[in-house]
């Protein structure tokens, strides 16, 4: 069985890889999470790590003391993620870590030998070309978590489905709790109405990127990374009850789809145990009942987001990777009830104006113009 390191363990996708590695006998050696110390002591007494990193520096070191009586040594601090991601013995690393501080213990576990699987977005749309080229450097397997791309990796995981016989990629996205709304009924919405996904129960941030859209947008960016399939290739079909997670089209027009029901443990355990698929305690779809799938056509004149992520990755360079931190820094400012909900559309859209274009990203100016992007929305809003 493979050795696994966790990262974002007490999240959302952080738990129910737990559950996960508990079903599967799947030996964890290695967490890592922000500040969850309860959280983390009964995972570290459940699976006896031999490392676990805690962000938080107080919280940190609360839980050496609370687990001092076991085996595992507790890292603490901002660079203890990417320490753990490197210096764990683990086979395969699922980062689900939020946002773009997952990039560095993304490097650092490639470069380390494991396989990674990918739940955590950010890293591969901000800095997508460095991460595929260390594993290709690594000869390692980059294995998607998301379900959207995990149905796309299984509709072309097989001899006769290989990518150059791809015509385009098509991306379902259950439109979020305002689908059919205009800009004027957005206006009024609240973080509560935000947080509330119809489909999918989820961390705070990716909620709200579901709510706007963002999240779609990033979805694609994800796909042109992970497939190499340019934005031009790539829709989005509104698709409500979530049941196909998305479909390739190859060049003679058959469509290959995969389906389920909504639950991200099965990408979970696709991504844990491929090649191999095992039987799962996820709900089958039941076909002896009538019931009906919809698909319709996303707004892009309201959820502007979704246009502009796929102008950033044709553009290229520094550009997704500005327009995803000025979207991390005002939907944290929304999540802080600080800013509207469709000003997150606007900041993010003049954040991405205003930072300079730069062709090559490297680790170091990633983060110089994450700076200039928070900067750049938080000077925004104080105008
Ligand atoms: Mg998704």
């Known amino acids: 069985m493979k050795k696994l390191a966790l990262l974002g363990s007490t999240g959302s996708i952080g738990t129910q890889t737990v559950e996960v590695a508990r079903e599967k006998n799947i030996p964890i050696t290695a967490l890592a999470a922000y500040s969850n110390i309860k959280l983390l002591e009964e995972q570290i007494r459940e699976f006896n790590p031999k490392l676990v990193a805690v962000v938080d520096e107080d919280a940190g070191k609360e839980l050496k003391i609370k687990v001092s009586d076991t085996d595992t040594k507790v890292l603490i601090g901002e660079n203890a993620v990417t320490e753990v991601a490197e210096s764990s013995d683990a086979d395969?690393?699922?980062?689900?870590?939020?946002?773009?501080?997952?990039?560095?213990?993304?490097?650092?576990?490639?470069?380390?030998?494991?396989?990674?699987a990918m739940a955590n977005k950010e890293p591969l749309v901000a800095a997508g070309d460095i991460i595929?080229?260390?594993?290709k450097r690594a000869g390692v397997k980059l294995l998607p978590v998301d379900s959207e791309h995990s149905a796309i990796f299984q509709c072309l995981d097989g001899e006769h489905n290989s990518p150059e016989f791809i015509k385009r990629l098509i991306i379902t996205a259950s439109g979020g709790p305002f689908f059919g709304m205009s800009r004027a009924q957005l206006e009024k919405v609240?973080?509560?109405?935000?947080?509330?996904?119809?489909?999918?129960?989820?961390?705070?941030?990716?909620?709200?990127?579901?709510?706007?859209?963002?999240?779609?947008?990033?979805?694609?960016?994800e796909a042109v990374r992970l497939f190499g399939v340019p934005a031009h290739k790539i829709d989005v079909t509104v698709h409500r009850q979530s049941i196909v997670h998305s479909m390739v089209e190859f060049v003679d027009s058959s469509i290959l789809a995969q389906m389920g029901n909504p639950n991200m443990k099965h990408c979970i355990a696709f991504a844990l145990t491929y090649p191999e698929r095992q039987?799962?305690?996820?709900t089958p779809l039941d076909?002896?009942?009538?019931?009906?799938?919809?698909?319709?056509?996303?707004?892009?004149?309201?959820?502007?987001?979704?246009p502009l992520a796929k102008?950033?990755?044709?553009?290229?360079?520094?550009a997704p990777a500005v327009m995803n931190s000025a979207n991390e820094e005002a939907v944290a400012l929304f999540l802080k009830e600080k800013i509207r909900f469709t000003d997150?559309?606007?900041?993010?859209?003049?954040?991405?104006n205003t930072v300079p274009h730069r062709d090559v990203v490297t680790l170091d100016n990633l983060e110089e113009d994450d700076l200039l992007a928070r900067e750049a929305v938080a000077s925004l809003i104080n105008n």
Not at 205 to 214: E, F, G, H, R, Y
Not at 279 to 282: N, T
Not at 289 to 303: M, R, V
């Open 92 to 116: 395969i690393l699922l980062n689900s870590l939020m946002g773009r501080c997952g990039i560095r213990p993304t490097v650092a576990a490639i470069r380390s030998g494991k396989d990674i």
């Open 132 to 135: 595929l080229d260390e594993v």
């Open 190 to 221: 609240t973080l509560a109405d935000a947080l509330k996904h119809p489909t999918w129960s989820m961390g705070a941030k990716i909620t709200v990127d579901s709510a706007t859209l963002m999240n779609k947008g990033l979805e694609i960016i």
């Open 279 to 282: 039987p799962s305690l996820c």
């Open 287 to 306: 076909f002896t009942k009538a019931f009906s799938l919809t698909f319709d056509t996303p707004d892009e004149d309201t959820f502007t987001l979704l």
């Open 311 to 318: 102008k950033a990755v044709t553009l290229g360079g520094n």
């Open 344 to 352: 997150i559309f606007t900041l993010v859209e003049q954040a991405v």
